[in-house]
């Protein structure tokens, strides 16, 4: 992993400790957070600017204090400042694979909530989405017909599941789905959740071409849930963070593997 990309996933690490923190003791003062987190207090001054910035904070003086968040929103909003270098730069290249006219399909992933801001400019588009955080980024968009798939919402995932989301699906036909999952293991993919399996699986099942977007930290975790094989996805985009051993295994396999870098 080159230096740029050890730096940034410092950064975005200390950023979610402080949100946690944050998250837990409702309010802090800087100099409070600096010492605690054995930074300057104009490093802390950064990174609350941009933890304002992205609507999780609000700066207040001499310290900062947590958003009013529903459950929903708290959950969603800690797992998109999880790699989120990594996440930026995999949705910058996944936009690349997407061509104007096109119909695609975007899970409910914070990475694809990514994606979705770096489809502004490809138009006109079709999107399918079971995800809240896509349709947020999307809604308003004159250039593009954006299908939300209805169902029972399901809070800690910030999007739409169960039977009635899966008929949903059955009914459709997209040129690419992008997915992505909580782990990668040997030769699987995986997820903690049956229910958020269930519509992967779907949504996987009516794109021409299939797409993985998983950050380096995903690969060598576990959960319970095969979603499928990872053989079973046409492109995999990853950052150089991914470990020796885990690339091997994928080129071994002669998947088409995308690194990028940030």
């Known amino acids: 992993m080159g230096n740029d990309a050890l730096k940034a996933r410092g950064v975005d690490g200390r950023r979610q400790r402080i949100l946690d923190y944050l998250l837990k003791e409702t309010a802090a003062q800087v100099d409070e957070l600096a010492e605690r987190f054995g930074v300057s207090r104009m490093t802390v001054h950064r990174d609350?600017?941009?933890?304002?910035?992205?609507?999780?904070?609000r700066k207040v003086h001499g310290g900062a204090r947590v958003q009013s968040f529903s459950l929903a929103e708290t959950e969603?909003?800690?797992?998109?400042?999880?790699?989120?270098?990594?996440?930026?730069?995999?949705?910058?290249?996944?936009?690349?694979?997407?061509?104007p006219g096109q119909i695609v399909v975007l899970d409910d992933s914070s990475t694809s909530t990514f994606l979705a801001e770096q489809l502004a400019p490809i138009?006109?588009?079709?999107?399918?989405?079971?995800?809240?955080?896509?349709?947020?980024?999307?809604?308003?968009?004159?250039?593009?017909?954006?299908?939300?798939?209805?169902?029972?919402?399901?809070?800690h995932y910030h999007g739409f599941f169960g039977m009635i989301c899966e008929q949903a699906i059955r009914s459709?036909?997209?040129?690419?789905?992008?997915l992505s999952a909580q782990s990668v293991w040997e030769n699987g993919v995986y997820h903690p959740e049956e229910e958020v399996v269930k519509i992967k699986q779907a949504l996987a099942s009516i794109a021409t071409q299939r797409v993985l977007l998983a950050n380096s930290q995903k690969f060598g975790a576990t959960a319970l849930h095969r979603i499928c094989d990872v053989s079973d996805f046409d492109i995999i985009i990853t950052d150089r963070g991914i470990a020796a051993p885990d690339l091997n295994k994928l080129r071994e396999a002669n998947l088409q593997i995308r690194l990028v870098d940030l």
Do not use: W
């Open 76 to 99: 969603f909003a800690q797992r998109s400042m999880i790699a989120t270098a990594e996440k930026r730069a995999i949705a910058r290249l996944a936009a690349e694979l997407v061509l």
């Open 172 to 178: 459709l036909r997209a040129n690419t789905v992008f």
């Open 48 to 57: 609350l600017d941009v933890l304002s910035e992205r609507g999780f904070v």
């Open 123 to 155: 138009q006109p588009l079709t999107v399918i989405t079971n995800g809240l955080g896509p349709l947020e980024r999307l809604r308003g968009d004159a250039g593009k017909t954006v299908i939300c798939l209805g169902g029972t919402y399901h809070q």
